[in-house]
């Protein structure tokens, strides 16, 4: 194969790969970022305090649902995108909209269970 059929190649196997890890990408920062919606809906709504332990036990959760794809200083970017989404949310419609008991439920569903014990 010619030199410039090798780059071609490899140039084609690159655009394919990259859209789908940009993707991927896009697709854990929209899961990570609902969970901590849901947390930070909790915390606000039901005036509840989470402990070291309940912290812990709710990030390896979320950390499982991403597969560990999302860097420290992206979480924080992304907690704190959370805290205000939700301020501002609540703010707007209260903490009966729709939005919020959305939230409430993800919560509920999925990591309520992970404090009980």
Do not use: W
Not at 25 to 36: E, I, Q
Not at 43 to 58: I, L, Q, V
Not at 75 to 88: F, G, K, M, N, S
């Amino acid at each position: 194969m010619s030199r410039r059929a090798v780059l071609i190649l490899s140039a084609l196997a690159v655009s394919c790969v990259l859209p789908r890890s940009a993707s991927a990408d896009d697709a854990n920062d929209a899961t990570y970022l609902r969970y901590h919606r849901a947390i930070n809906a909790e915390a606000t709504c039901k005036h509840r305090d989470f402990g070291p332990s309940d912290d812990s036990r709710m990030a390896s959760y979320i950390e499982g649902k991403v597969h560990h794809r999302i860097g420290p200083d992206r979480r924080v970017t992304l907690i704190e995108q959370a805290r205000l989404e939700v301020d501002q949310l609540v703010e707007q419609r209260g903490c009966d909209s729709a939005a919020i008991k959305d939230l409430l439920a993800v919560f509920d569903a999925e990591l309520a269970p992970l404090l009980a014990e």
